[in-house]
Structure formats: structure tokens, C-alpha cells
């Protein structure tokens, strides 16, 4: 019954910003961290930032002083601010939550980097 439901991706030009938003739908017990992951096509599923339920944050080194991870007011809805992009930032992004008994993905949304 639980659905993650990524939105906000798009095409952009580098050094552009985009921001990916996650909201969790049905009921989710315990709720420890919210992350968000990408992957690139011929690449490994990789994470890119983590906030937990305490509210600290960690970063890929690759985005380290320019994506932000934040709660939304509203509950179970995390966002990625991504700021000047690279090329190397095309991929499907993907927000999961971590619960106590389950992880829960979205489906992801593509994010495509490119003059």
C-alpha cells in the first residue's frame, strides 16, 4: 500500500538547478532515513544522499556542496536540490525509504544533464 512517487526531473543545461521531490503515500511504520539514489545507464545504482529521521545528512563526494537534501513540511516527503549540474549527473534518480521492517522505492525520475 505504500507508494513513493518521485517528480521534478527534467532536462537542464549544465550549471542549470533542478529540484526532485519524493512523496510517500499509505501508511509507513518507523520511518530511519530517506535517501535518494542514482543510476546511470552502465553504472551501479549509487547513493547519492541520505537525511535521517534524527535529520543528519550525508552526500555523495561527487555532490558535495551541491545538492541539498531536506525534509518537506509536509510528512514522508523528502527533496533533492540539485544545483550546478554536470553532465555527469544524467541518470534516473530514485528516493527510498528506509522503514524498520521495509525499504520502499519510487520509481524513479530521469534527470538529464545536456546543452
Known amino acids: 500500500q505504500v507508494q513513493l512517487v518521485e517528480s521534478g526531473g527534467g532536462l537542464v543545461q549544465p550549471g542549470g538547478s533542478l529540484r526532485l521531490s519524493c512523496a510517500a503515500s499509505?501508511?509507513?511504520?518507523?520511518?530511519?532515513?530517506m535517501s535518494w539514489y542514482r543510476q546511470a545507464p552502465g553504472k551501479q545504482r549509487e547513493l547519492v544522499a541520505t537525511i535521517t529521521s534524527g535529520g543528519s545528512t550525508n552526500y555523495a563526494d561527487s555532490v558535495k556542496g551541491r545538492f541539498t537534501i531536506g525534509r518537506e513540511n509536509a510528512r514522508n516527503t523528502v527533496y533533492l536540490q540539485m544545483n550546478s549540474l554536470k553532465p555527469e549527473d544524467t541518470a534516473a534518480y530514485y528516493c527510498?525509504?528506509?522503514?524498520?521492517?521495509?525499504?520502499?522505492w519510487g520509481q524513479g525520475t530521469q534527470v538529464t544533464v545536456s546543452s
Open positions: 499509505g501508511s509507513i511504520f518507523s520511518i530511519r532515513a
Open positions: 527510498k525509504i528506509a522503514a524498520l521492517f521495509s525499504d520502499y
